[in-house]
Structures are given as C-alpha cells and as structure tokens.
C-alpha cells in the first residue's frame, strides 16, 4: 500500500502466511501474558493480534510502554494461530502478527472512556466525538453512508442525471421554515440566506435545459431541534423534465431498491405499494403510516352521530369532527396499568381520554362487551362497532373522538405504539420486516385557522392535478397536487411533485395562497419570470440522506450518523461553536448585538 | 425513454430512418421555406431538423405559431436529408424529422437576447442566467465541471477513499481570510462561521481512523473579489493517514492526469516536473509559474553591488533587495511604444521604472548595447550580464531591481505578459501545451513586516521537515515545510502538505506565529486534544474545482463554470440576493442594524 505499510490491520488472513507485513493502527488492547506481550492492533478495516517476544529486547522494550490508542508501525510475520487461540469473530482470526519490529508512531494519553463501552451518554460521546468516531458502530455508520451515496451517485449518472451545484448564500424567502442568514459586508444591511432546499434552482435548471439534475447537498433550517433534526441537513435533491408522476416515482423507487441491495443486501417490495392521501389518514391517521403494524382504524363517524354519549357524538357531529375504532386483536387480556399508561400517551397527542370496549362475547350483544361507555350506546351502534372493526371475542377496541387531526395523531401514535410493544409483537401485531409506501393525491392546500388562510401542503411550486387548476381560487380545499412521499417503516424518506410549469398556474397558486403580485414578484420574481420562457413540464424529488442512513443503521439518532453533528442545543460540543466573536468583525457587517446596544430612557 | 419522448433531439441520427421518434424540446430557430416550416429543435444533446408539411393542417397551424424558445413535443419520422441539405456540423445533421404532431408544451416571450449572440455583456448574462444557461457553451461547461467530479469520485473510491460530510456551520477563527457569520438564534450573541475550508475536520477524521477522505465541497471566503474568485467556491479536500509526502503528491498526480484523459483526452506528462520554491521564485519570480513562457530570470543582485547606476545598486545592497535581467530573445525588435507600454505594466506591481538594454552587437562591449543605462554601468557588469543572461545579438534585456517581492511580482508579471503576446509567440517564446508541475520546499513562514511577525506560509498545521523542528522558534526563517503545490499553466490548481501530528510541535508552532498558549487553547484546543490521542503520521491535498473547470473549458471566468455565480460586488443578480430582511428576522438572532441604531448625543 505505501511505504509505511502493506497492508490494513483488519484484513491479514492466512492468505499470506509466512509473509513479512508492516501495519500502522491504534493500540485496542494490550495483555502481557507471562512472557509475551499481545497487542491488538486496530485500523478502520478491524483488529489483528500482533505478539512481541522478549527475545528481541529492544523491540519488546517498545511494546512494554505501549499504552492504549498509542498509534503504532509494526512490523513482523504472519502466523498461524494454533488451536483455541483461533478467533472466528475476527477476519484476521486465524493469524496473529510475530512482530520484528514495534514503532511508536505516537503516544496517546490515557483515554476518558474505554471505545467499547457502549453506555456514554450523548454529552461525553460529542464532547469527545474524535475518540467517539473510532468506534465500530461510527466508523461503519459513516462508511454506509458514503457507500448509499455512492449507490447514488451510480444510479443516476447511469440515467444521464448531473450533479449541479447550487448556491449556499442565496435569497430569504420567509415562507415554511425559519432561514439561517448570513450578513453581508459589502452589501450593508443586506442578508444572504442559507438555502432550506435547493428548490428554485433546481427548477430554474430544468427551465435551463439541463433535463436531468441531482445534488447531494446540505440544507439549513433554523427550527428547533427534536430528536430527528439537524439545524444543517444533507439531501439528495434530484429534479427531471419531461417525465411523468408515474415514471418519477418509478425510477426513484428503483433507486431507493438498488441502494438497499448494494449496500445491505435487503430486497426491499418490488413494486412498492401506493396508497392515496386520504385513505392513508382514513385508515391510519397519518400521511407516513408504519406498514408493519397490521391494525388500521375504522371510522366510526356517521355511527355515533345519534349515540348518548356526547364525547362520541358531539365529535361526529363537528365541523371536522372525527370518531375512530382501533381494534386490538387479543388486546382483551390488556391489563388495566396498561390501558391507563396509553390514556397518558394519548394526551400528548392533545386527546382529552382513552375510551375503550373489551369484546368478552360478541354473541350476547352489550351483555359481552365490558367498558364504562357500553351503557351510553345504543344497541344499533354496539352492533356497527362489533361488525365495522371485525372484532372478535378476546378484542379490545379503543376509541379516538375530537376533531380530526387530535383523533389522527392521537390514535394514530397509539396505533404504533401498540404494535411496537411487547404485547403488540407477542400478538402478532407487527410485522418485522422493510415496509415502503409511496403516500400520493395530497391535498394541494391546507387550512391553517390561526391565520385564517390556505397554506400550501407540500410548497407553493407543487402543481395540480390535470383539471383541478380551475379550482385553485374558487376551491382550494378541493384540490389535489401531483405530489408523493416515499415512507418507510413510518418515516417520510423523501417526497416530490410534479412542479408548475405555467406562469399562469404559479400566479394563481399564488393568488389562492394569499400572496399579492408584487409580494410574489419581489420574492419569486426570477421564477414566475423563467416559467415565461418555455418552461418544460418537469418534476422531481428529495430524499433526506441522514433519515435513510439512520433507518439502515438501525440508530437511534440521526447523530449517530453525522460525523460531527450538533446537540439539540444546536451546539458543536467538540468546537463549542456557535461562539462569540469579535467587535471588528461585527463592524465590519453592520450588525450589532441588541444586548449590546445604548439604553435610551 | 419516456411516455413523453423516445429520444433525445440532439442524438437522433440515420440509424434510425424510418422510425417514428417523439421529441421533446425547444425552438431553437423556426424558418417558413416557401410552403414548409422548419425547426431546429434543441434539447441538451443538440439540435435537429423538424420539417412541417402544410398537409397536415392542424399541425401546421400550430407549428406556424410556435416562436423561438417555445417548449415542444414532436412526433414524427426520421427521414434523410438530401444532397447539400445535409448538415455535417451537426450529430443529427443527415436526419430531419417530418412532423406528424407537433404540441406545444409551453410557450416563450420573447427572449431579450439571442442565444448565440456571442456578445453579451456579464449583467445582461447573469440577470437572465436561465437563458444564458441554455446556450451550448454554459451548457458544456457544467457538464464538464460535473465529468470531473465523477472521475474524481471513481478515482479516489478506488482508493479506498470516502466522502465524509463536515460541518458548514462551524466555529469562527480569525485567522487567514474573513470569515462569512451566521448568527444564532438559540444561543444569543454567538455566531458560527461558514467554513474557509474542513481542514481541522479532515484532520479529526484522521485521527478518528477513516484513513482515506474526501469532500468535494463548498467553502467561503468574505473576500474582495477579484476576477477569479467567489464568496463560495468548491474544493475538492483530500486527506490520508500513513503516507508519505511524495506518495502523496504521486496519487494526486495520478488523479490530475486520469481527469484530463478520461474528461478532455488530453495527455499530461508523466511524472510531472517538481521544482523546489526557492528555484521557483529565482527564475520567475513566482511560486506558480507558467512553465508554458520560455524566458527565466537572471540574477544579478552580485552583480550590480559596485555599480554607478544607483537603482541597481541600491536594490543589490539593500536587506531584502534582488536585481534580476530578463532575457528576451529577438526582443531587439521591440518598438519603444511597446517598451513604454510595459513600463507602465509592471508599475501596476510596484515597480518605479523599467531598465532594459538591446543587445545589438555585443562582440563591440558597450559600444554595441543600446540604453539610457550602459553609461552607469562598468565594463566589468555589463560583460557579466551578457555572459550569465546569455543574451546574444537582436536580444532586449529588461531588468527589476528593487526589494525582492517588488521584483518578482513586476518582472514575474512582465515575463508572463510578453511569453502570451503576440510578440512572444512569434518569437517562439510560449509554448502552447498543458504545463504541469509541482512547487515543494516552500518556507514555514513569511515575515510580515506590518505586524512585525512570522505568519504561516500555508497554515499553522502544516509540517516542517524532519529536522526543521528545533528550529521552529529559534529560526522560523530557515525552516521549510513539508507543503507542495500542483501548479498548471500558471495556476495553482491545489495545493497541500503533510501535517502537524504531534501535540508538542503544534503547539512550538503557535508559539512561532506569536499565539499564545491561552488563545490556542479557546480557538484549536480540539486539534491539540485531538493530536494527544495517538494521532497518525496524514497529510493531503485540496484542489479547486472552480479553477481547474475554468481551465479545461478554457473559459474566461470562474463564473462561466458556476451555475448561478455572483458578480463581483458579491451579488446574485438573478435571484437580487443578498437582500434586506424583516426586522422581525433580526430580532430572532438577537441582532440590529448599525444604521438602524438609535443616535446618542
């Protein structure tokens, strides 16, 4: 391999027995053992086991004052390992290195925490993230995630994609997320803006006839941060013309397919199935619906229209009200403890309650169905309930009843959560395997009754379905966009549309959304202006490369797949950036902080 | 390919007669000839002939309608074209395609400029780069650009190097160029710098085992801007752990050489030359010479200690001062108009004058050369200068005398300007072919005399030579650095070094460059943290993909390879970012403006 080495630690097999090799690597582990001195000696291709005999004093000098993580040149022969001493968890397993020579290529001092232990908490992984990214699990999460790339990038360039760059210092644009802005010194007063998606440009090079665009790229929102979220993110951000809805989804459904083979040898469906938006909130109350947990819901809305209990019916009969069953197959042996610990979960969700009806014996009608509110629903109603949900004896159905979107997200949750359990995979409630989706036919808008208007639901550039332009100012809750998401295990992988390509349809997007002519062209004036110039129909898709690589990995964290990612702080542990900075440099870009600033009386 | 086109335009050729092809794409020009139409349609592989015949009514209709820049799907017939219609310019040019359907897919205002006037001005360009954009030339530059940067992802993937994501919000510090700010709105008063470039983050990944990286990446500089600069620019960063210097600048030297042949066909020579920096700068008076121009520099500073003319004198005498001649043969020819043009040239660089002398007939002494200066010069210097120029009858001898940098910069500049003229070529002084070579052994430090310090040539992680060491404070003049740059043509296409890997010689290192144990703790205590783990023996490269792009395209201007680049006032005029933001924006990130601020008496 070079000068300094042969070979890397974790691949010496018997293969080359006999050979003489040279190996740099970090000190694992170090053991004397009566006479010998055994070092395993660690690259980021594995371990190997190197033995210093005393007979060569001075090299045996060297690896007595070896310490753990010392960097180390060795040289020596490769040996087979005789009898137990063979290590079959270990490529290298068979040989151990009899070494002739030990260089310290440099001294470590003693390390804060041993690099596999596996119960640091968050705070000292960061902290120490150089050490921290020596560990197996980092090293292999991070060359995953260059390999999914590279899969990638195989893929599309096969296509006749191109990867096109696109500006980090751009326009603010304040719609959706919250931009990072960068001060301009040349500009005073003026403010870049770090991109939320490389969105308008990639349209803008379809309409340049570039045909076939993708970008791996980091994007910035300044939101605060859960779990899941980065304030700087990397997507795969691909846009094409002339390509149908049909066709798009097809070759990035074939792309997610190729990925998960050629990195993971997982043969992930093939074809993926589609669901449309509505009933994927109809059936799961959620628009990334967890495939592998085999309960749905069953609405319930116009049966509890005229029942007693006014939780139910005064639900059913609201404006946007919803009533949901959620039947649990054998979920009638649920102990009390735990009916009460998923009532709790539920009101996170904003639900005020947790009804639920036990199925002892369908047969006897209200007689067989245990539950506080069997005496505040008529017969009728018991009777649709049993038949609608399949319930059977030894069932338990839970009850959702507010306005739609605390039932979705409430019984929605509680649905995963059920399945993910211990009780829900005793139950046969969950299926452990890759369950993808495409989620189709969104809503073009929403409505957002805080600010009383129609907001769009993918973004403002997605365009509708053929025939539903003429609704866009006149209905817009009626219309349907060409947009999909492809969901995985119920977390949204990417999502896409097809895009506008007529200045008049923009415009009327526009106008539904609320956004005058000259708000439209001050902020988007280089779009509607581009789409005058033959824009091609086109469309496209983005992918959030850390959310894939974190559900490949199996991590917990999306952290866990950055290689030096911020705390939900949004703070670099290791750098402590962001940090203060000086005077001059403020000056400089015609800012100044407000708690530096003159009190005025 | 698609249910909306079959093929693209521009490859369509005579393999396909008599097939029905669909097309999609736009007008590129559209002649009425008598009773047909024809179009050139133009996609991103190229242009080809659609014929509309009157016969087909509705088609022709539309096809009457269509203007330049209009969308199009085309369906019809490859047929051959005939005798001299044949167009030998063009891939598709024995083919015309005779139109059956003709769809317009969107339609164009009128564009404000030709596509193919090859005399736009750069705002007229960059206000509508979306056209500027479709015209062949940017159209095959970004193609290129993105050809590049593939080969150079197989190149190194072979390797065994990876891609591995660094931050772009990172931490500030004030050192080298201006960092762009991004304030934060969590942690108030504190900002995060974009990156100049992921130095210390590649040297972590060192540390942390992942042996091979690289990151074809944007970085920042807040610089005044110059022809060839951007505020964002793209860097392909390179590192490696257990390599030497030259098996260093070996693989990347590989890597220059597959990009040309297998992007441009070009062959590079093999192995390229390697001169050290103090040769570089004595015989052309640059650390990036252009080995293209056959002229060097002579030294004369010896020379010229004892002699009357005063500006030579003083310059040889002077601490710092260098007295060089410049040869240039059949330079005798020279008009003085020429001269005098050059005089003022090289004061563009600081240089007070421009001494030469003719050589007319040397075998005569001073009577036999012609210049206002022979008569301060002694018999004794001008035979030397002749004999160490080797200047021989018909020559010219310009010279630079003055402090060393004044000298190399104007007369360097000088060789540069007279090797491309067309005096030069003529003269057969330029060397039309690709240049490469490397410049090692370049210092440690420079001495700037402003802030009466030592500054790091490269930057403070670079290494000395092995047994440079000791004289890191005691000497820092006379310490080389393990530091090489790949020049080309003139250019410095990237540059790089082995680095510091030992806490204790970075640590002599700031205290050379006058930074305190205190400051390099708050600003590099990470990497000195870092470096006391057992960091390895790495080192690596970064190149800069604007430029070398910009070379192989042959282009003016980096932004002739930069999809949506900014003007030099740091602009985008496209999208008119930067821009003001809503003082609500402002309040979030706990800043204000300076002249927004209230006045105090």
């Given at each position: 391999?070079?000068?300094?080495r042969?070979?890397?630690?974790?691949?010496?097999?018997?293969?080359?027995?006999g050979?003489t090799?040279?190996l740099?690597?970090w000190?694992?582990?170090?053991?004397?053992?009566?006479?010998?001195?055994?070092?395993?000696?660690?690259?980021?291709?594995?371990?190997v086991?190197?033995?210093?005999?005393p007979?060569?004093?001075?090299?045996?000098?060297?690896?007595?004052?070896?310490r753990?993580?010392?960097?180390?040149?060795?040289?020596?022969?490769?040996?087979?390992?005789?009898?137990?001493?063979?290590?079959?968890?270990?490529?290298?397993?068979?040989?151990?290195?009899?070494?002739?020579?030990?260089e310290?290529l440099?001294?470590?001092?003693?390390?804060?925490f041993q690099?596999?232990?596996?119960?640091?908490?968050?705070t000292?992984?960061?902290?120490?993230?150089?050490?921290?990214?020596?560990?197996?699990?980092m090293?292999?999460?991070?060359?995953?995630?260059?390999?999914?790339?590279m899969?990638?990038?195989?893929?599309?360039?096969?296509?006749?994609f191109?990867?096109?760059?696109?500006?980090?210092?751009?326009?603010?644009?304040?719609?959706?997320?919250?931009d990072?802005?960068v001060?301009s010194?040349?500009?005073?007063?003026?403010?870049f803006?770090?991109?939320?998606?490389?969105q308008?440009?990639?349209?803008?090079?379809?309409?340049?006839?570039?045909?076939?665009?993708?970008?791996?790229?980091k994007?910035f929102?300044?939101e605060?941060?859960?779990?899941?979220?980065?304030?700087?993110?990397?997507?795969i951000d691909?846009?094409?013309?002339?390509?149908t809805?049909?066709?798009?989804?097809?070759?990035?459904?074939?792309?997610?397919?190729?990925?998960?083979?050629?990195?993971l040898?997982?043969?992930?469906?093939?074809p993926?199935?589609?669901?449309?938006?509505?009933?994927?909130?109809?059936l799961?109350?959620?628009?990334?619906?967890?495939?592998?947990?085999?309960?749905?819901f069953?609405?319930?809305?116009?049966?509890?229209?005229?029942?007693?209990?006014?939780?139910?019916?005064?639900?059913?009969n609201?404006?946007?009200?919803?009533?949901?069953?959620l039947?649990?197959?054998?979920?009638?042996t649920?102990?009390?403890?735990?009916?009460?610990?998923?009532?709790q979960?539920?009101?996170?969700?904003?639900?005020?309650?947790?009804?639920?009806?036990?199925?002892?014996e369908k047969?006897?009608?209200?007689?067989?169905?245990?539950?506080?509110?069997v005496?505040n629903?008529?017969?009728?109603a018991?009777?649709?309930?049993?038949e609608l949900t399949?319930?059977e004896?030894?069932?338990?159905?839970?009850?959702?009843?507010?306005?739609?979107?605390?039932?979705?997200d409430?019984?929605?949750?509680?649905?995963?959560?059920?399945g993910?359990?211990?009780?829900?995979?005793?139950?046969?409630?969950?299926?452990?395997?890759w369950?993808?989706l495409w989620?189709?036919?969104?809503?073009?808008?929403?409505?957002?009754?805080?600010?009383?208007?129609?907001t769009?639901?993918?973004h403002?550039?997605?365009a509708?379905k053929?025939?539903?332009?003429?609704?866009?100012?006149?209905?817009?809750?009626?219309?349907?966009a060409?947009?999909?998401?492809?969901?995985l295990?119920?977390?949204?992988?990417?999502?896409?549309?097809?895009?506008?390509?007529?200045?008049?349809?923009?415009s009327?997007?526009?106008?539904?959304?609320?956004i005058?002519?000259?708000?439209?062209q001050?902020?988007?004036?280089?779009?509607?202006d581009?789409?005058?110039?033959?824009?091609?129909?086109?469309?496209?898709l983005?992918?959030?490369?850390?959310?894939?690589?974190?559900?490949?990995?199996?991590?917990?964290?999306?952290?866990?797949?950055?290689?030096?990612?911020k705390?939900?702080?949004a703070?670099?542990?290791?750098?402590?950036?962001?940090?203060?900075?000086?005077?001059?440099?403020?000056?400089?870009?015609?800012i100044?902080?407000?708690?530096?600033?003159?009190?005025?009386?």
């Amino acid at each position: 391999m070079s000068s300094m080495r042969t070979n890397y630690c974790g691949l010496v097999t018997e293969e080359l027995l006999g050979q003489t090799v040279s190996l740099c690597g970090w000190v694992h582990r170090r053991r004397d053992h009566g006479s010998l001195i055994f070092i395993d000696l660690r690259d980021r291709e594995g371990l190997v086991q190197v033995v210093c005999n005393p007979e060569q004093a001075e090299m045996f000098k060297v690896a007595e004052a070896v310490r753990n993580e010392y960097c180390l040149r060795v040289t020596g022969v490769v040996t087979a390992r005789i009898g137990n001493t063979v290590n079959n968890n270990l490529k290298s397993g068979k040989i151990e290195i009899v070494a002739s020579a030990v260089e310290v290529l440099n001294a470590s001092v003693p390390v804060p925490f041993q690099l596999d232990d596996d119960n640091l908490s968050e705070t000292t992984r960061l902290t120490h993230r150089v050490l921290d990214l020596r560990r197996p699990q980092m090293q292999n999460n991070l060359r995953l995630r260059y390999k999914v790339t590279m899969e990638v990038r195989k893929y599309l360039d096969n296509l006749g994609f191109i990867d096109i760059e696109t500006p980090m210092l751009t326009k603010s644009t304040p719609e959706g997320a919250r931009d990072y802005l960068v001060p301009s010194r040349v500009n005073a007063g003026n403010f870049f803006a770090l991109p939320q998606s490389p969105q308008l440009f990639k349209q803008l090079l379809m309409v340049a006839n570039f045909d076939r665009y993708y970008q791996i790229t980091k994007c910035f929102r300044d939101e605060d941060l859960r779990a899941d979220r980065q304030p700087e993110f990397t997507q795969i951000d691909c846009e094409t013309s002339f390509l149908t809805e049909q066709e798009i989804r097809d070759l990035f459904e074939d792309m997610i397919r190729i990925v998960f083979k050629n990195t993971l040898d997982i043969d992930l469906p093939n074809p993926f199935p589609v669901m449309d938006f509505a009933t994927a909130m109809g059936l799961y109350g959620s628009d990334k619906p967890d495939m592998r947990v085999k309960m749905a819901f069953t609405d319930l809305t116009e049966v509890m229209k005229d029942v007693e209990f006014k939780v139910f019916s005064g639900a059913a009969n609201m404006t946007g009200g919803r009533v949901v069953g959620l039947r649990v197959p054998q979920g009638g042996t649920m102990p009390r403890s735990e009916i009460d610990a998923y009532t709790q979960f539920v009101g996170i969700y904003g639900a005020k309650g947790l009804a639920y009806i036990k199925v002892n014996e369908k047969a006897k009608g209200a007689e067989g169905l245990q539950s506080p509110i069997v005496k505040n629903l008529h017969a009728d109603a018991l009777a649709k309930i049993i038949e609608l949900t399949g319930a059977e004896d030894g069932d338990l159905i839970f009850f959702g009843a507010d306005k739609a979107k605390v039932v979705n997200d409430a019984i929605g949750a509680l649905r995963v959560k059920i399945g993910h359990s211990d009780f829900g995979k005793k139950a046969g409630l969950f299926d452990d395997v890759w369950k993808p989706l495409w989620v189709v036919d969104f809503p073009m808008f929403d409505y957002d009754e805080e600010s009383d208007r129609w907001t769009a639901t993918h973004h403002p550039f997605t365009a509708p379905k053929d025939g539903h332009e003429d609704m866009l100012e006149t209905n817009p809750g009626a219309c349907i966009a060409k947009a999909y998401d492809m969901v995985l295990n119920g977390w949204e992988l990417g999502g896409g549309s097809i895009r506008i390509h007529r200045e008049e349809v923009q415009s009327k997007v526009f106008r539904a959304l609320k956004i005058d002519a000259e708000e439209a062209q001050l902020k988007f004036g280089f779009l509607l202006d581009a789409l005058q110039y033959g824009a091609p129909p086109h469309g496209g898709l983005a992918f959030g490369l850390d959310r894939i690589v974190t559900m490949m990995t199996g991590s917990d964290s999306i952290r866990d797949v950055i290689a030096f990612p911020k705390t939900q702080r949004a703070q670099c542990l290791l750098t402590n950036a962001p940090s203060e900075v000086d005077e001059k440099q403020l000056r400089e870009l015609h800012i100044r902080l407000r708690n530096a600033e003159p009190k005025i009386v």
